[in-house]
Nanobody
Framework: VQLQASGGGLVQAGGSLRLSCTNSGRTFYAMGWFRQAPGKEREFVGTITWSGGVPYYADSVKGRIIISRDKAKKAMYLQMNSLKPEDTATYYC???????????????WGQGTEVTVSS
């Protein structure tokens, strides 16, 4: 397993959660997060360039999330604040050779970690 996501769980609305994704293999130009809510298609959450650490966020979560990375630990993080029930989804980390705005750009997926936000 090259990308390992963790940190999901149950949280109340308004709460915070921090997801982690560790990379046990080669590094990529960028890493990112996608999510898939029950009955919906997977959607882009955010991405970060590995070298410069420049993050880009989906409009739906901008202002409530922070994506960061630790080069020494080869890990990426997703800090989610002010969580809403509509943030309930399985969150997937991903890696690729460009900023990961679209699923087509993903070269490697990690397994998902479930986030449930209760109202």
């Amino acid at each position: 397993v090259q990308l390992q996501a963790s940190g999901g769980g149950l949280v109340q609305a308004g709460g915070s959660l921090r997801l982690s994704c560790t990379n046990s293999g080669r590094t990529f130009y960028a890493m990112g997060w996608f999510r898939q809510a029950p009955g919906k298609e997977r959607e882009f959450v955010g991405t970060i360039t590995w070298s410069g650490g420049v993050p880009y966020y989906a409009d739906s979560v901008k202002g409530r999330i922070i994506i960061s990375r630790d080069k020494a630990k080869k890990a990426m993080y997703l800090q989610m604040n002010s969580l809403k029930p509509e943030d309930t989804a399985t969150y997937y980390c991903a890696a690729g050779s460009s900023t990961l705005y679209f699923e087509d750009l993903v070269e490697l997926w990690g397994q998902g970690t479930e986030v449930t936000v209760s109202s």
